[in-house]
């Protein structure tokens, strides 16, 4: 319920603006969020570097409603892919093709993805394409397929609650696309995806070996030890090479288990946003935690 409620005011324009103003808010997105700039992402990056850790870097904003923000935002993956060559740093881009003009058009988030493909792959890094509310699954299905065309460092994010996710697997495996799997932070309709925790647990939990065994990069999103612990023994079993496969935690979330997978000689990715756009996304972190929501309220009630 209080899930729900979150992720409806995710897409409120009103809140939007009021939640962004707000100081207090904004030092507890700072948790999850490293900063406004490129350059707060780039030192975040270094640092994260340091300490073993590779990083996807996404530059907030999605549900663009220009083709000239569209440009933009494809504009500012270009940049920030120059700078990751330039500066030498181990990170790879994520992406929304809502942020890249989807609900416009297709043909411009793929005109404009494949401008990042292109830039991706010089810098010899993935693009990985995010995945959004079931409305764009399977829009962003037919671009991934159309950019693997031309390029083969495009990878996708596959979510275990949807009940079509284990025949999505099977495509993406046969067509040899890196997949990320997650859980899903989006509010869905019982009639395609499971409602209860429960059912999304198992979902992944069963979703792990054709994964490990058909796909050419496994990305093993999720800061759920019980699922890191399967995964690491569904990888041994299969004899799969610790170079082959990774894990990835977002930025500001479960930072003992990110040190621990570090620790034991797994590949670990974080994902680390950055811009102003942080509002939906900051929400989709409340909804997967309540006690981030209660942290929240306790720091606005203390003023
Ligand atoms: P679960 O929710 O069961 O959490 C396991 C444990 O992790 C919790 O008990 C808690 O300790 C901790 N935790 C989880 N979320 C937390 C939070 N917000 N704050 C504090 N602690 C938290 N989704 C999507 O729909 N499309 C996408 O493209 C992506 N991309 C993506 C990339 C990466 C690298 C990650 C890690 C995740 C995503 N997601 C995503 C989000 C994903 O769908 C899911 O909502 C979150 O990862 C939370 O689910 P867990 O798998 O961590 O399990």
Not at 273 to 302: C, D, H, I, K, V
Request: hydrophobic letters at 45%.
């Amino acid at each position: 319920m209080l899930k729900a409620t979150l992720l409806k005011a995710a897409g409120s324009p009103t809140l939007q603006r009021q939640v962004t103003r707000n100081p207090l808010a904004r030092r507890v997105a700072a948790r999850f969020i490293a900063g406004a700039t490129l350059d707060h992402a780039l030192a975040v990056t270094r640092e994260l570097n340091a300490r073993g850790m590779a990083v996807a870097l996404d530059h907030l904003g999605e549900n663009t409603e220009s083709e000239a923000q569209a440009r933009e935002a494809a504009a500012a993956y270009l940049v920030a892919l120059d700078r990751i060559t330039e500066d030498g740093l181990d990170a790879n881009i994520s992406v929304k093709l809502t942020a890249l003009g989807l609900d416009l058009s297709p043909a411009l988030a793929l005109e404009e993805a494949s401008r990042v493909a292109a830039r991706a792959k010089e810098a010899g890094a993935m693009l990985g394409v995010d995945m959004e509310s079931s409305a764009y699954t399977d829009r962003t299905l037919q671009a991934v397929r159309a950019l693997k065309d031309s390029y083969d460092t495009v990878g996708v994010c596959l979510q275990a609650y949807l009940y079509r996710t284990p025949a999505d697997l099977e495509r993406l495996n046969r067509w040899q696309v890196p997949v990320r799997l997650v859980k899903g932070a989006y509010m869905e309709p019982p009639e395609l995806a499971y409602p209860a925790k429960r059912d999304v647990d198992r979902a992944y939990a069963r979703l792990l070996e054709p994964l490990f065994k058909a796909n050419p990069y496994p990305m093993v999103a999720t800061h759920d030890p019980d699922l890191i612990r399967l995964a690491k023994a569904v990888a041994a079993r299969l004899g799969r090479d610790r170079g082959s496969f990774e894990f990835q935690m977002l930025y500001g979330v479960r930072r003992d288990l990110q040190a621990q997978v570090v620790r034991e000689g797994y590949r670990l990715r974080l994902y680390v946003p950055y811009g102003s756009q942080w509002y939906p996304y900051f929400m989709r972190r409340l909804a997967e935690r309540p006690a981030n929501l209660y942290f929240f309220l306790t720091q606005l009630a203390r003023r």
